[in-house]
């Protein structure tokens, strides 16, 4: 089956201190359960970070037993069930805007990446907000940070949501609204 054909409704993150461990720790994820490896890499401060997505059942199976196997150097898990599509997409940098898509842009940007895709499953499912970028780590210190674009009101409240549950956590960096943000700083989607 391919991973267009899996059901993808639910999203596991480990995040490790350990880069070797994170290899074995993800070879472990992967023989737990049948999940969808979205991303597995070392990330900035030496930290290795592995993102599995498939049914609810295998990723918390597939989860679980990293958490179990990475004892001593995991720094964070998380599991989030029925996360919304658009986050899939943004994590996966398949979202492109169309003109009458730009508006208002918000910003949020936290110390982890649990944080940020907790934020934007968040933002996601209560506000009219589009949230089209998720990034996960890579080349900014291990932070995370999503985008928002929309009306000026659905941004507001999206990013004020997303910094409600990223604050949970206490993981909160800073956020912006931009609302009426030039052309180019959505260059690279459209």
Do not use: W
Not at 23 to 28: K, L, M, N, P, S
Not at 107 to 129: P, Y
Not at 131 to 147: D, I, N, P
């Amino acid at each position: 089956m391919s991973r267009k054909d899996k059901r993808m409704d639910a999203i596991g993150l480990i995040e490790t201190s350990s880069i070797a461990r994170g290899y074995e720790i993800q070879d472990a994820m992967l023989k737990a359960a049948d999940v969808t490896l979205m991303v597995a890499r070392t990330i900035c401060s030496g930290k290795y970070m592995i993102v599995v997505a498939g049914e609810v059942s295998a990723v918390e199976a597939a989860t679980h037993a990293g958490s179990d196997k990475a004892r001593g150097v995991l720094i964070e898990d998380l599991i989030i069930p029925n996360l919304h599509p658009d986050v899939f997409k943004a994590i996966g940098g398949s979202i492109n805007l169309e003109k009458e898509d730009l508006g208002a842009l918000g910003i949020l940007e936290t110390f982890s990446v649990a944080s940020i895709v907790e934020a934007a499953d968040a933002a996601a499912k209560t506000s009219d907000g589009k949230v089209y970028r998720v990034h996960l780590a890579m080349a900014v210190g291990g932070k995370g940070f999503l985008l928002i674009t929309g009306d000026l009101a659905s941004v507001r409240a999206s990013i004020e949501v997303a910094t409600e549950a990223a604050g949970q956590r206490g993981m909160v960096v800073s956020k912006v609204v931009i609302p009426q943000p030039r052309k180019e700083l959505f260059q690279e989607f459209i």
